[in-house]
């Protein structure tokens, strides 16, 4: 699922080496913004062709799509041999992951652009799928027949995704505020100001909430307090990305062409890394390293530690879709159609494929 896990704080398990190598490329038929999600030895990721695509993660080739009525920009989610996954065509649509037929949609009042995340029902018998929708509502539907078991209600669009912890769900939306939600019951327990409108995803850690918003503003807020515990930002940029937690660092991409890390605890500026382009993309933490894109048109890796390059790849096309890192692969989609797998050194490299920049 986007950011690993229904907390959202984009950890993956295991290690990345210094270096990677293009494994396999699969082209569809418009910018991928979606965020590709890996389960089950399978790639599934969304496309502006209007498409959800299932890809053998081996191999890269395609197993199976899925025709929606407009551009999936959400990243799936994988449950159960289910595939969640919301379309700018207003539906959220569960599909068989193993052969790509429709189980069942359910419909919002405008587009999905932010991917589902899903938690047990409070008797622990069903599960559910949470989304956030342009209707400005966040939707709680049964995860079997997509039946709605609650929604929510805000005062403006709701872009990202909505992040799941002990018994909370909590967001922000473009009303400016971070929600804290009862998942039980859907009621909303505590609003805290941001101070101007939330375009990404949340992550929760240890009680508290990260988010970026739009007036260059990172925050940190204590859920038991409701209150904002430290901000981060010059107030002259802004954060569409999402927030990557570490044990020490938080971090997170601006759109002042930098990625940023600092400190869990305080706020307080580690490093930043410079790109040549707004980094849209959402972070991700493995082992020592962070992985992510740029709309300068390259992946990047960086060490956590002190931001220093590892590797990078050239794509030729924005990367404002977030990596996928499992089974020691790394994908995402790029905005020329096409999305890219790298992993060890062993795996081949097609010889008409871009070649990789050198680090520094």
């Known amino acids: 699922m986007f950011r690993g896990a229904p907390d959202m704080r984009s950890v993956a398990r295991g290690s990345l080496p210094d270096d990677l190598a293009l494994a396999w490329t699969l082209k569809t038929d418009d910018a991928v913004r979606s ?67 429709l189980k069942w949609k359910y419909e919002t009042k405008d587009k999905i652009l932010g991917a589902a995340n899903w938690v047990a029902s409070p008797d622990g018998g069903r599960k559910w799928i949470l989304v956030g929708s342009y209707d400005a509502r966040l939707h709680c539907v049964e995860a079997d027949t997509g039946k709605a078991v609650w929604t929510l209600e805000t005062d403006n669009f709701i872009n990202g995704a909505a992040a799941v912890s002990a018994g909370k769900t909590v967001f922000g939306s473009c009303d400016a505020l971070i929600h804290v939600v009862g998942v039980a019951d859907g009621k909303e327990t505590a609003s805290i100001e941001a101070g101007a409108y939330i375009a990404g995803s949340a992550a929760m850690a240890d009680g508290r909430v990260y988010v970026g918003h739009y007036e260059g503003e990172l925050l940190c807020a204590d859920l038991a307090a409701s209150k904002v515990v430290w901000r981060y930002g010059d107030g ?88 996928a890192v499992a089974a020691d692969r790394v994908v995402v989609g790029a905005e020329d159609g096409v999305v890219y797998c790298f992993g060890p050194k062993s795996a081949a490299r097609p010889a008409s494929s871009p070649r990789p920049s050198p680090g520094r």
């Open 236 to 323: 002259e940029t802004s954060f569409y990305s999402s927030p990557a937690v570490g044990d020490r660092a938080i971090v997170i991409g601006a759109r002042d062409k930098r990625l940023h890390a600092v400190d869990r605890a305080t706020g307080k500026p580690l490093w930043t890394f410079a790109t040549r382009g707004d980094v849209d993309s959402s972070p991700v933490i493995c082992g020592d390293k962070v992985v992510f894109g740029s709309n300068d048109g390259r992946l990047y890796m960086v060490r956590l530690a002190d931001g220093r390059q590892v590797w990078s790849f050239e794509t030729g096309k924005a990367v404002s879709a977030s990596p």
């Open 35 to 101: 965020s590709a999600a890996i389960a089950g030895g399978r790639v599934f990721v969304g496309s502006d062709d209007a498409h959800l695509y299932a890809i053998d993660l081996a191999s890269g080739k395609e197993v199976w799509t899925f025709k929606t009525d407009d551009t999936v920009e959400a990243s799936p989610l994988i449950l159960d041999g289910v595939v969640y996954v919301g379309s700018s065509d207003g539906f959220l649509y569960a599909v068989d992951a193993a052969t790509g037929t």
